[in-house]
């Protein structure tokens, strides 16, 4: 079982920049693919990107496209998501989870607690 821990979460102006972190709890980390979600007050969790456990394969959402890069370091268990370019519908309770590529929640076994992600226009 993996443990998920988000960081760097806060608040920022549109048009600035946030990098969250997904540190996993254990060297099975490196073996699951990992997803970034969203979740904004009153609408349904969303995908944002995910990425490969060997880092080659990565997926955006249109939304984010262009904007966020998904990344790893396996040998930190840990998982990033570089934001750019934020823009104030991007402000969501951001969550990483640990499972297999997919844009659907549905194929993540394990979930970190969420990191707030907040855009001031």
């Known amino acids: 079982q993996v443990q998920l821990v988000e960081s760097g979460g806060g608040l920022v102006q549109a048009g600035g920049s946030l990098r969250l972190s997904c540190t996993g709890s254990?060297?099975?980390?490196?073996?699951?693919?990992i997803g970034w979600f969203r979740q904004a007050p009153g609408k349904e969790r969303e995908f944002v990107a995910t990425i490969s456990w060997s880092g080659i394969n990565t997926h955006y959402s249109d939304s984010v496209k262009g904007r966020f890069t998904i990344s790893r370091d396996n040998d930190k268990n840990t998982a990033y998501l570089q934001m750019n370019n934020l823009k104030p519908e991007d402000t969501a309770v951001f969550y990483c989870?640990?499972?297999?590529?997919?844009?659907?929640?549905?194929?993540?076994?394990?979930w970190g607690q969420g990191t707030q992600v907040t855009v001031s226009s």
């Open positions: 254990e060297r099975t980390f490196s073996t699951y693919a």
């Open positions: 989870a640990a499972g297999r590529v997919s844009y659907s929640p549905h194929s993540y076994n394990y």
